[in-house]
């Protein structure tokens, strides 16, 4: 599974961003996809999971301000991000779950600033 994300960008703090990530290669076989994120100087953190039932998962901090979502039919997964503040500047990588193995998109930049 290959994946492309893109929709990162400059925004100011209490903006909104929508991130995307597409995949391909063996599609049928991913059993979850999400967002990880990876702010300077820290760890990577999670964002946000969809599993192929449907299921999300959030980052306690991303509780009602972040909404993962997907169109199957696109073979994409979507990011929407509200709220935004400084904090939630980072590197923003999609991954994929698929037949036991993991892959990663190559991450998108979100900078919040005024």
């Known amino acids: 599974v290959q994946l492309q994300a893109s929709g990162g960008g400059l925004v100011q703090p209490g903006g909104f961003l929508r991130l995307s990530c597409a995949a391909s290669?063996?599609?049928?076989?991913?059993?979850?996809m999400g967002w990880y994120r990876q702010a300077p100087g820290k760890q990577r953190e999670l964002v946000a999971v969809i599993t192929s039932g449907g299921s999300t998962n959030y980052a306690d901090s991303m509780k009602g301000r972040f909404t993962i979502s997907r169109d199957k039919a696109k073979n994409a997964v979507y990011l929407q991000m509200n709220s935004l503040n400084p904090e939630d500047t980072a590197i923003y990588y999609c991954y994929a779950i698929w037949g036991g193995s993991l892959s990663w998109g190559q991450g998108t930049l979100v900078t919040v600033s005024s």
């Open positions: 290669g063996s599609i049928f076989s991913i059993n979850a």
